[in-house]
Antibody
Framework: QVQLQESGPGLVKPSETLSLTCTISGGSISTYYWSWIRQPPGKGLEWIGYIYNRGSTNYNPSLKSRVTILVDTSKNQFSLNLRFVTAADTAVYFC???????????WGQGTLVTVSS | QSALTQPASLSGSPGQSITISCTGTSSDIGDYNYVSWYQQHPGKAPKLMIYGVSRRPSGISNRFSGSKSGNTASLTISGLQAEDEADYYCNSYSSGSLRWVFGGGTRLTVL
């Protein structure tokens, strides 16, 4: 079982960039699929994107123009950058792992990011 | 509006069986055997309960089972227990929108 832990600022100003990091243990960051998923308060889940194979990415088309996911194999971390945020980006952000890329096997505890001035 | 349609709420008594449906299209559930189901308790992260339509991860009770027929997937929980009270989400890949899509979630209440 893979352990994941999100970290980053809990408050971001509108129009700025949301940046989060996920630190993993118990798995190979070079071989699994690593996802970001978010959940606005009181609402459902939305897949943001994932990175795999040491740098290949696949993003949700609705967010693609604003999203970048990167991996740092030396630190066993992967990151999320979401640019030009608005209040609609306020959500709990989860990182998750997938061995084969067909389901989200293990999840971090999630971190709430609020977009507000 | 979510890409996959689930009932907003369901309820059942301890010991009963319930089934949660997840309706999609021929571009998602109907096209792939990549349906998965997640359980989420309040304030917690989702937990994988079923993957590949009907496979259970190690450690998941055999009271949980999944199936698919056409464009609709189902999660059945047998022998309902109080601890099963949670939100449940289905998920599938969509070739129509080129993304992984979730259902809107079903709140299960154990009476």
């Amino acid at each position: 079982q893979v352990q994941l832990q999100e970290s980053g600022p809990g408050l971001v100003k509108p129009s700025e960039t949301l940046s989060l990091t996920c630190t993993i243990s118990g798995g190979s960051i070079s071989t699994y699929y690593w996802s970001w998923i978010r959940q606005p308060p009181g609402k459902g889940l939305e897949w943001i994107g994932y990175i795999y194979n040491r740098g290949s990415t696949n993003y949700n088309p609705s967010l693609k123009s604003r999203v970048t996911i990167l991996v740092d194999t030396s630190k066993n971390q992967f990151s999320l950058n979401l640019r030009f945020v608005t209040a609609a980006d306020t959500a709990v952000y989860f990182c998750a792992s997938a061995v084969a890329g067909h389901s989200f096997d293990d999840w971090g505890q999630g971190t709430l990011v609020t977009v507000s001035s | 509006q979510s890409a996959l349609t689930q009932p907003a709420s369901l309820s059942g008594s301890p010991g009963q069986s319930i089934t949660i449906s997840c309706t999609g299209t021929s571009s998602d559930i109907g096209d792939y055997n990549y349906v998965s189901w997640y359980q989420q308790h309040p304030g917690k992260a989702p937990k994988l309960m079923i993957y590949g339509v009907s496979r259970r991860p190690s450690g998941i009770s055999n009271r949980f089972s999944g199936s698919k027929s056409g464009n609709t997937a189902s999660l059945t929980i047998s022998g309902l227990q109080a601890e099963d009270e949670a939100d449940y989400y289905c998920n599938s890949y969509s070739s129509g929108s080129l993304r992984w899509v979730f259902g809107g979630g079903t709140r299960l209440t154990v009476l």
